[in-house]
């Protein structure tokens, strides 16, 4: 065990966690979004089955009053649009517009160039390395607390 605070695992992931959010909101800023909104929108253009808000909360991991504002923006910017769910009026589903994907194409090349830069000491095997070992603590703590494996976990680990 280490003695040194700044050498734990657990300290380094959260520093370059923390150092990673305020890079992207410092690039992502520029156009006119929040890491949290992006969260929303990338996995809106990742999901085929458009997710009821919800799902989407869950999926996030944020209260859905949380997500129901963060919605209500993207709305109101003319990048998200709720449509009820043809079974079930009740039920409001969540699609991309149009206009939202220049918006999300920006943010992947951010993102991308963010990890490019994070990971710029790496050779390319210490990147695969790297990605298997944190998907593998991934998701060891997941079953840890919750039992059983998500399935996206699982695939992302085959």
Do not use: K
């Amino acid at each position: 065990m280490h003695t040194d605070m700044s050498r734990r695992v657990s300290f380094l992931m959260h520093d370059i966690a923390r150092n990673s959010r305020y890079w992207f909101d410092a690039r992502a800023r520029s156009l006119g979004i929040t890491r949290a909104q992006w969260r929303v929108l990338m996995l809106l253009g990742r999901i085929v089955d458009s997710p009821t808000q919800s799902e989407l909360a869950e999926m996030l991991d944020v209260e859905r009053i949380t997500l129901c504002r963060m919605v209500d923006r993207l709305a109101e910017a003319g990048l998200v649009e709720r449509r009820a769910d043809p079974s079930d009026r009740r039920v409001w589903r969540l699609f991309l517009t149009e206009r939202a994907a220049p918006l999300v194409e920006d943010l992947a090349h951010i993102a991308n160039d963010m990890e490019e830069r994070m990971l710029a000491p790496l050779s390319s095997a210490q990147r695969v390395l790297l990605s298997d070992l944190l998907t593998t603590v991934r998701n060891h703590i997941y079953l840890e607390d919750q039992g059983a494996p998500q399935p996206e976990l699982v695939e992302a680990n085959r």
